[in-house]
């Protein structure tokens, strides 16, 4: 199996599920894992000032930038083996395949592992490919916290790298010529297709926010409920508003992540922590949900100052941005070339999708970037029972390899 090696690694037993935050124990295995794998083939193995992981076949330069390949090897808590892993063990398989085929690539063929990509421990997505491309701004990205309190820059220095060095990266962005990432297909569109490979077309625009209610901690016993300032209310009527807000404007929204401080189960919370996942085709309709559902978690909420005892309408809402990814369509001339040389003897299928990746954001900055799918037969994803077949992976390695020698000549 193709993800044997890693299979150990930040795996729960309970559940069979991952947790691999960036700059864990389990990403820094996952990290000297790849670093073993560029050796092993005799491959430049680079660091950026972001943490982001290179292996180089050829030496790139900005007169000579190479075709890279790769995704990301972090993960949701809980998550699937496939969602990034099998973008990085592809590369290297396809890597692989590309020399036992005696090809000589006429430009550098670069595996890259992007870090923190699911951004489940400081809540940004892509967060080494938003660094790099200067789409996150560095004292932003120092100053997040991850549930424990640390900051980035915490976490940086404790994993020895130098935090106040992270930001746009034109040196290393000038060596990436093109870009295509291998990921498993995070829905059924292959299914469907009954095909085992496919084409990225476009990312749908998304985004993340965040909204704290602020009411009063007290006494689940003793308050009377004319007495309380319970931001969990609000809260409630926010998740509802979600859903009947997205299905009207044919968008998804999604609360996945809550935090409840004090967090006692005796005590009417002080503060409710939640934090709105918003994803559509229609970016103004997304837009829209979320500004719908920031006046109406507002009138919930009550005033901005929470009332004196004995008013129980009291608290207030704060609404922050975490990120925010526009429309990202995928170069119609690359898509179909990768279609054409994926596909065999019938072009592979171009589907839309939900999902954010690195090769996303690459592409809004500029880089000619393009995506692989490899078929999920059950189309679950960010989840332990994430699932691609053992055929179909393969037919992956063959379909990216093909796509990287038509690429490099």
Not at 66 to 82: E, I, K, M, N, P
Not at 110 to 119: A, I, P
Not at 170 to 188: I, K, N, P, S, Y
Not at 382 to 390: D, I, L
Request: charged share 25%; net charge negative; aromatic share 6%.
């Amino acid at each position: 199996m193709l993800l044997e090696p890693l299979a150990h690694i930040g795996r729960d037993p309970a559940t069979g599920g991952y947790v691999r935050d960036a700059w864990s124990d389990a990403d820094m295995e996952l990290r000297e894992w790849f670093a073993g794998e560029a050796r092993r083939r005799g491959l430049d193995l680079r660091e950026d000032r972001n943490g982001n992981l290179w292996a180089w076949w050829g030496a790139p330069s900005r007169e000579r930038p190479g075709v890279v390949t790769g995704s990301h090897l972090d993960s949701v808590r809980q998550g699937g083996a496939y969602d990034g892993p099998l973008g990085v063990v592809s590369a290297f398989a396809a890597l692989d395949l590309l020399r036992q085929r005696g090809t000589k690539p006429a430009v550098p063929v670069g595996v890259v592992c992007f870090t923190d990509e699911e951004g489940a421990r400081f809540g940004v997505p892509c967060m080494g490919s938003r660094l790099l491309t200067g789409v996150l701004e560095p004292g932003r990205a120092l100053a997040l916290t991850d549930d424990s309190g640390d900051t980035l820059a915490d976490v940086l220095t404790k994993a020895g790298r130098a935090p106040y060095e992270i930001g746009r990266d034109d040196e290393t962005l000038a060596m990436v010529g093109t870009f295509v990432e291998l990921h498993v297909e995070q829905g059924r569109g292959l299914v469907d297709e009954g095909r085992p490979v496919g084409v990225a077309q476009a990312i749908w625009p998304h985004g993340r926010w965040r909204f704290d209610f602020h009411g009063r901690a007290d006494h689940a016993g003793t308050t009377r409920l004319a007495d309380r300032d319970d931001p969990m209310l609000p809260f409630a009527r926010m998740v509802l508003a979600a859903r009947a807000a997205a299905a009207e404007r044919g968008v998804v929204a999604t609360v996945g992540k809550v935090r409840v401080s004090p967090g006692n189960a005796n005590a009417i919370p002080g503060l409710v922590s939640a934090w709105l996942d918003a994803r559509g085709a229609d970016e103004s309709a997304v837009r829209d949900l979320v500004a719908e559902l920031a006046r109406a978690a507002a009138e919930a909420a009550g005033p901005e100052v929470p009332p004196p005892a004995g008013h129980g309408a009291g608290g207030r809402v704060e609404v922050r941005e975490e990120s925010w990814t526009p429309v990202v369509d995928f170069g119609v001339a690359l898509r179909e070339r990768l279609a054409r040389v994926a596909g065999g003897d019938t072009p592979a299928p171009i589907l839309p999708t939900g999902a954010g990746h690195d090769a996303g954001i690459l592409a809004t900055a500029g880089v000619p970037s393009a995506m692989l799918f490899v078929r999920n037969p059950t189309g679950v994803s960010h989840s332990p029972h994430e699932h691609a077949e053992q055929a179909d992976c393969e037919a992956g390695v063959i379909a990216l390899a093909d796509v990287l020698e038509d690429l490099c000549r």
